[in-house]
């Protein structure tokens, strides 16, 4: 027994970074699960509030439905195996998991950028035109427009990766620890603009618009006074609406612009720094889908009613579906 424990030792002390290492991995997988269940929970109990409570089943709530949808893939499909890979680079992975893998990021990443910027389009079109988004901006009509982009999206990104071959001959990009996929120049650059520079540059040039049309509304305010306080009360809510949206969305900016420039990068300078930047910065998007719980979970008085509700077990009672949790402000 004492041989052996002195076999031991020695072998860990010939291998200390071998052992350091495998501590250091107990660590980043503990640390890796944290975000995971973080990112799996926090968009499950955003779901279930949505779907379950009537009163929050409105257009602009069924848009960050769905991006809470894709955000719970991310947690469940992409994170488990892309922070397995990150952490353990020798782990050998089949090619159905891989393509899967690959498949399912793509998708949910363009899938969240679309969301994102139909949340833009809809707070612009409720500032703008509030009698004209009351008529014409129904559930059914917004739950139309997210399987439309829910279908677009899966299309283009199976179309993406087939043409690049990434789908045909996936046997030609796997190698133990790596998983990658080959995109040539110019559907690179394609990429880029459908994903990136379009949603993005429409997200810029409405929230613009949006924060000029808050500037008018405050001034407004300001100058009739003597108007009915109800006016004034609906005002101030589209406002607060569009600057609580305003930060997921500039959050969400600040996660996603890096990597896109990384990646274009990439393409032209393939070297190890750049390499280590496209990953660094994609586990920033990822990272993404677990900030956003915590942003609604800060700005949005309804998610932390509902949390209370969902956790104590009183979904459970009959009716709770119509229990009220908007303030009369929010």
Request: proline residues 2%; positive net charge.
């Amino acid at each position: 027994m004492n041989l052996t424990e002195e076999h031991q030792e020695a072998s860990c002390v010939h291998s200390n970074v071998s052992c350091l290492g495998t501590s250091g991995d107990v660590l980043l997988y503990m640390a890796a699960a944290v975000v995971v269940t973080v990112t799996v929970c926090g968009n499950l109990l955003v779901i279930i509030s949505i779907c379950h409570f009537k009163q929050l089943q409105t257009p602009t709530n069924f848009v960050l439905l769905s991006l809470a949808m894709a955000d719970f893939l991310v947690g469940v499909i992409v994170m488990p195996l892309y922070f397995t890979v990150l952490i353990n680079s020798q782990r050998c992975f089949d090619i159905l998991y891989c393509t899967m893998f690959h498949l399912a990021g793509f998708y949910l990443t363009c899938l969240s950028i679309y969301n994102v910027t139909l949340i833009a389009v809809d707070r612009y079109l409720a500032l703008s035109n509030p009698f004209h988004y009351s008529m014409k901006v129904t559930v059914n009509v917004t739950l139309r427009i997210i399987a439309i982009l829910w279908l677009y999206s899966l299309i283009y990104n199976v179309v993406l990766l087939y043409y690049n071959g990434n789908i045909t001959d996936m046997k030609a990009n796997i190698t133990c620890g790596e998983c990658f996929v080959k995109v040539n120049t110019v559907w690179a650059i394609v990429d880029l603009i459908i994903v990136f520079v379009l949603p993005c540059s429409i997200i810029i040039f409405i929230y613009l618009n949006i924060f000029a049309i808050a500037k008018k509304h405050a001034n407004k305010i300001r100058s009739v006074r003597k108007c009915p306080k109800v006016n004034n009360s609906n005002m101030a809510s589209e406002r607060k609406a569009a600057k609580t949206l305003g930060v997921l969305v500039a959050v969400f900016l600040l996660c996603l612009v890096p990597y896109y420039v990384s990646a274009f990068i990439e393409v032209y300078f393939r070297n190890r720094s750049v390499h280590v930047a496209v990953s660094v910065t994609l586990t920033l998007i990822y990272l993404n889908s677990s900030i956003n719980p915590i942003i609604y979970a800060l700005f949005y008085p309804w998610f932390q009613r509902s949390f209370k509700i969902i956790i104590t077990l009183k979904i459970c009672r009959t009716e709770s579906s119509v229990l009220h949790v908007l303030a009369q402000e929010t």
